[in-house]
């Protein structure tokens, strides 16, 4: 594709992420539906660009108001991840100069707000819960791009086989330094058409939700629970943790996601995995296995601060209104998740969020009104799941994953057993 054409595409793009009224990567994805003529470098260039301009939306914006033509034009040039040279090919004499001018500009300099990049509500609440010479790592780390993770089923593959057949395709990769399925690739590369991923063998799974499963520890024969299941990267984990013996059921209330988790569990060799659409936490479903349950996972919907590495769109999308209504949803669904467990049964919360009033808040208030559940500590339990350091990894009883520290997704997860 011609420069200008590509260049007037990333416009169009960027047009589209900008307004935030829908998840960038679902509207990078219809995007690329609509124009199926593009190529892999293409649509790199173009969705790379579009998450550039994400994570440092204010920075560029405040750039960008020295240039001339669409806004979205000049965060596109400014922005660009597809190549200087492919660049250059759309650009005219003057519109070239003003981008070197303008990313030769020193931003060590600029305001707090340009520096880090985040809606002052955020940036003042991160700041009072770690403090500021951890605030400007984190913000490092955020600002970059995640690894891949893999996760490998151990019903298919032990880790050294599974990295030894990435390394015959062509792709690196390292074990990852805490969870003993994890292993950690450099970049982006196409696995669909790999033997090692159609046959099941690893599946993508951040290092930090690895562990979360790990936390759970689901035996062989019993009755598990992955509360809201999602696409099932949790489900998956746990089924292989139970050598596919048991039951374990796969609740959500969105059927459109529970969907995306068919290929997944067909890969994956599974036979025990049951998954079930619910209405709602109260749904009939959960009252018929009331007290019947040996360990519930309650991944529980949250802000998704924690994955700001890969969608940064989310810190622009959510408000302190929406994590008060997250939190009074969080509560009531670990609740009823609750009333699942049978005695000595173990209930994990966790969530991908950063912020106290999602994780710890949550967990304080339903062990004051759950004196029935006794806390476990994190630390002990990943200790004895073979995870390395694992006293790096919590704060307290709580697992407390954080990118900067951890080279993670943040997460946060509290365990209980039920007396």
Known sequence: MHPTALLDL???????????????????????????????????????????????RPLWQHLAQSGSGALERRLAILAWQGGDGLLRGALGPHEQAWREQVRSLDVAGFSEKLRHNLPDWLANALRQQIGEDDFWPLVRAMDSAAPLDLRVNTL???REDAQRQLSEAGIASEPTPYSPWGLRVAGKPALNKLPVFAGGAVEVQ?????????????????????????AGGKTLALG?????????YAFDTSGH???????????SGL???????????????????????????????????????????????????????????QTAILASAARLLKSGGRLVYATCSLLR????????????????????????????????????????????LWPHRHGTDGFFAAVWQRR
């Open 357 to 400: 009033d999602e994780n710890e808040v949550v967990a304080e208030a339903f062990a004051a009104a759950h004196a029935d559940f006794e806390p476990l500590a994190a630390g002990d339990l990943l200790a004895k799941a073979e995870v390395a350091r694992a006293d790096s990894l919590v704060a307290g009883d709580y697992l407390r």
């Open 257 to 267: 996601r529970l969907d995306s988790l068919k290929p997944r569990l067909k890969r």
């Open 156 to 158: 298919k593959s032990r």
């Open 240 to 248: 292989a943790l139970m050598r596919s013996t048991g039951r374990l």
């Open 206 to 230: 951040d290092e930090g939700s690895q562990l979360l499963a790990l936390l759970v520890d689901a035996k062989r024969g019993e009755m598990v629970v992955d509360f809201c299941a999602g």
């Open 10 to 56: 990333a416009t169009e793009l960027l047009r589209n992420v900008g307004k935030l009224a829908h998840p960038a990567d679902s509207v990078v994805s219809s995007f690329f539906k609509r124009h199926r003529d593009l190529g892999t470098r293409e649509r790199h260039a173009l969705a790379e660009t579009a998450y550039t301009v994400l994570r440092r």
């Open 271 to 329: 036979s025990n995995v049951h998954p079930a659409q619910i209405a709602h936490e109260r749904d009939d479903r959960i009252k018929r296995l009331s007290g019947k349950i040996d360990r519930v996972l309650v991944d529980a919907p949250c802000s998704g601060l924690g994955t700001l590495r890969r969608n940064p769109d989310l810190k622009w999308r959510q408000s302190p209104q929406a994590v008060a209504e997250l939190q009074a949803k």
